[in-house]
């Protein structure tokens, strides 16, 4: 949440348009304002603005020249979305500007703390409602009033902020810049004769691949030719080492895709490939350390937590190890069941989720052992973790996960399959499975689930409608292809006032179950129509009082153990009107319409997934919205 940008070198350089690209690159962030200040001859430059980066006037951000800049997309958490909200902040002088990801906790008592050193009216120095703007008065105070030099005054400010954060400062007439970080990611790269500061990779992966990440309350003096590192509270130096960032431009571009969130859909044979290959001895390791646990616990948020249910039944199934799967905003309850006996392993793509990290923390203070599965190396949980493992599935753009959380559940298989002593069997799995996948992923594929999304947008009330099921011309159709039951006549253009579709359901059992609840976050997520998931079991048990004629409802039917119940699950739903929709190897005269998906057995939820991850892409596009920034979200959720 927020982007965050920082540009600091030893030639005059258009740094304004520099940070604009920057922040371009970190859209995916999520955000409603911007802002960006540079020095441009010894005066400050500053421009802010609400909506996208994007539409920014390149008139007005060209032939800003200079050596330092700063940029700074806002997702609004204190005060509303306007200008004057939005990032950078000044002091009263306008020499000092500060940008900020995080909250910070104890603005008022920083408020109060100013009033008792000037008077009440400090009050009047706030031109926003942000928690941001203490900073540059409190590092100006510190300044002007007690005499500090910059870098000392911005320490003596760092260290009365709460709460997780991280700031970049500028100060005219300082050929430096200064950052730190409590608890929100940020990073350094290092070019020639410059350095970039930022929220992530992206920002600056055009200029340099050498990246530096600082740790929790670390603070840094970042000139065109040297950074230093110092610990904030003490004062000591500290080293961290230089990485070098293996994965491609290409990788953050959509490469002819209209969306990042359908690249990163189709790409999932290539990324379930790498996730896979993982060293034998690195999963054993792992293993090793979770089977010698007493207390096992998994964690994540949003699609991660569906992600971490899906680890605690493979460990049950695979290996016979009973584990307990937490939403990570949920998990600091548990504490008091934690020791020195006990690992927690982590999911998350980022590497940065604060309620991850806020659980985590809980778990450091009582001695616990955590493990991770992430797809940055560097970020906050990697440093906590005694072991992780990685996706190596590039980065993701989109908001909404696709390809990580593939990524997830085959090395999540490839866990549970080296904590049974089963790997070979594990890997051999996966490989098969990726096999088919890459045959069964193809374009013909998305576009015939685009021809569901149609029909279902179109008049779920009447379209839907069931013909004649008792046989289907499709049986002997070849794989990789949608069976709809009634060829639709629509076109993709459909108006915004038809759009009676309310609701869509999702459900499975076994394995499946948290795949339905990962479904309906999908669909929640880009196409905002209300969506849940549940398993198929709880049908009678109050979800079944929401199905009515031509309701349109999502079975998930693998060849497995649960067959059988689904589809007795779904006989109750057709009973009562439902539009099915079956995810399944087979088909079969209870669906309405049938996706065909490999039969990949304990893979079984990738196949179930990615079918629901179109349909949810094209339901978003259909709908006019943006599926690669859907309102309201972020893809990196770094405050509490």
Request: hydrophobic share 40%; proline share 5%; with cysteine.
């Amino acid at each position: 949440m927020c982007g965050i940008f920082g540009y600091i070198g030893d030639k005059e350089k258009e740094v304004a348009l520099m940070a604009n690209r920057a922040l371009c690159e970190l859209e995916y962030r999520g955000y409603d304002s911007w802002g960006i200040a540079a020095e441009v001859s010894g005066k400050m430059f500053a421009i802010k603005a609400i909506g996208k980066i994007s539409l920014a006037s390149d008139k007005e951000l060209k032939g800003v020249m200079g050596k330092m800049s700063i940029g700074h997309s806002r997702w609004a958490t204190h005060g509303g979305v306007t200008e004057a909200n939005a990032h950078p902040h000044f002091n009263t002088s306008r020499t000092i500007a500060v940008i900020h990801n995080g909250i910070v906790e104890n603005h008022e008592e920083i408020r109060s703390f100013l009033r008792g050193k000037l008077g009440n009216s400090v009050d009047k120095l706030f031109l926003s409602e942000t928690d941001t703007e203490v900073i540059p008065h409190l590092i100006d105070y510190y300044i002007t009033h007690e005499g500090k030099t910059f870098e000392a005054a911005f320490v003596e400010a760092g260290r009365m902020l709460e709460g997780r954060y991280a700031v970049v400062v500028m100060k005219l007439g300082e050929p430096y810049l200064l950052a730190m970080r409590d608890g929100s990611p940020l990073v350094v790269g290092k070019g020639e004769h410059e350095y970039f500061l930022a929220s992530d990779v992206p920002a600056f992966i055009d200029h340099t691949r050498q990246v530096l990440y600082p740790g929790d309350r670390e603070y840094m003096k970042v000139s065109a030719d040297a950074i230093m590192l110092r610990n904030l509270d003490t004062g000591k130096k500290v080293d961290r080492e230089w990485i070098t960032v293996t994965w491609d431009k290409g990788s953050a571009t959509k490469e002819g895709y209209p969306h990042f969130m359908l690249k990163e859909i189709m790409e999932q044979p290539l990324s379930l490939d790498k996730a896979i290959h993982q060293e034998d001895a690195k999963l054993e390791e792992f293993a090793r350390l979770m089977k010698e646990s007493e207390h096992l616990f998994f964690i994540g948020c949003g699609t991660a937590a569906k992600m971490a249910k899906l680890g605690e039944l493979y460990a049950a199934r695979v290996a016979g190890k009973l584990t307990n799967a937490y939403v990570g905003s949920e998990f600091a309850a548990y504490g008091q069941f934690l020791n020195k006996r006990s690992t927690i392993v982590a999911v998350s793509q980022s590497g940065e989720t604060a309620d991850v990290l806020e659980g985590l923390r809980v778990a450091e203070k009582e001695g616990a052992r955590i493990l991770a599965l992430l797809n940055v190396v560097g970020s906050s949980i990697d440093r906590m973790s005694k072991k992780s493992l990685f996706l190596n599935a590039g980065p993701e753009i989109a908001v909404a996960s696709t390809k990580a959380a593939t990524a997830q559940i085959a090395v999540l298989i490839l866990i549970a399959h080296a904590l049974a002593k089963k790997l070979p069997e594990g890997k051999h799995l996966m490989r098969s499975a990726v096999k088919d996948i890459k045959a069964w992923l193809i374009p013909d594929l998305s576009r015939d689930i685009k021809k569901i999304a149609e029909k279902l947008l179109n008049n779920p009330s009447s379209a839907l409608l069931r013909g004649p099921t008792n046989s289907s011309p499709y049986q002997n159709t070849p794989p990789s292809l949608v069976f709809p039951r009634r060829a639709p006549e629509t076109s993709s253009a459909i108006s915004l006032q038809q759009y009676p579709l309310r609701d869509i359901y999702i459900i499975g059992r076994g394995l499946n179950a948290p795949v339905a609840q990962e479904a309906a976050i999908k669909i929640q997520e880009v196409s905002y129509i209300h969506a849940e998931g549940f398993p198929g079991g709880e049908l009678k048990h109050g979800p079944i009082a929401l199905i009515e004629k031509g309701t349109p409802v999502i079975a998930l039917i693998p060849n497995d153990e649960t067959k059988r119940d689904m589809e007795s699950n779904t006989m109750e739903l057709r009973s009562r009107g439902a539009y099915v929709i079956g995810i399944a190897p087979d088909n079969s005269k209870l669906f309405d319409e049938w996706i065909q998906v490999p039969n990949l057995g304990l893979a079984s939820p990738i196949a179930s997934i990615i079918p629901i991850q179109l349909l949810a892409y094209h339901l978003a596009v259909l709908r006019g919205n943006d599926p690669d920034k859907p309102r309201n979200l972020a893809k990196s959720v770094t405050v509490k």
